[in-house]
């Protein structure tokens, strides 16, 4: 049997889901004891098999913040393709300090509605991206990814 985009993206976000009320702690990969931005989206999408398992820490918390390396995007782009058009299942990575460093898992294409572990609300948790004034500010500039799109942005 023959599984559909649809499916699989459903997939990813129900895996995605699981994860909310999960505290915030950097560097770790527990669902219901802690995750950051960037681990989940690691759990995700290899909880659902559309990824080899992988682990790209260690990293510093804030290494963002001091460094102007990819090292984030990097992550994203060896495994995502950019799209310019996000449909739910696909992932939307912003700016923060210097380099992009924070990344979500769509969940509604409009309004944009994310699944993201938030350091400041201290957990994952889903929302519309325009009730977060952090991620509405301009210099954010979010890139939208997807493993299933072969069209480049």
Request: some cysteine.
């Given at each position: 049997m023959q599984v559909l985009e649809q499916d699989w993206r459903g997939a990813l976000i129900a895996e995605a889901?699981?994860?909310i009320g999960t505290p915030y702690h950097s560097c770790a990969d527990v669902r219901g004891a802690g995750v950051d931005c960037g681990m989940l989206?690691?759990?995700?999408?290899?909880?659902?098999?559309?990824?080899?398992?992988?682990?790209?820490?260690?990293?510093?918390e804030d290494w963002h913040l001091h460094r102007s390396e990819e090292k984030y995007l990097?992550?994203?782009?060896?495994?995502?393709?950019?799209?310019?058009?996000?449909k739910p299942g696909d992932v939307v990575v912003f700016r923060y300090g210097r380099c992009y460093s924070h990344g979500a898992i769509i969940t509604k294409a409009v309004p944009l509605t994310i699944i993201h572990a938030f350091q400041p609300a201290g957990m994952?948790?889903?929302?519309?991206?325009?009730?977060?004034?952090?991620?509405?500010d301009p210099c954010r500039t979010?890139?939208?990814?997807?493993?299933?799109?072969?069209?480049?942005a």
């Open positions: 889901r699981k994860w989206l690691v759990r995700v999408f290899v909880d659902t098999g559309l990824c080899a398992p992988f682990d790209p820490r260690p990293y510093a990097g992550f994203v782009e060896g495994r995502l393709k950019e799209v310019s058009e996000p994952v948790f889903e929302e519309e991206v325009s009730s977060n004034a952090a991620l509405c979010p890139k939208f990814f997807s493993y299933w799109e072969s069209s480049a």
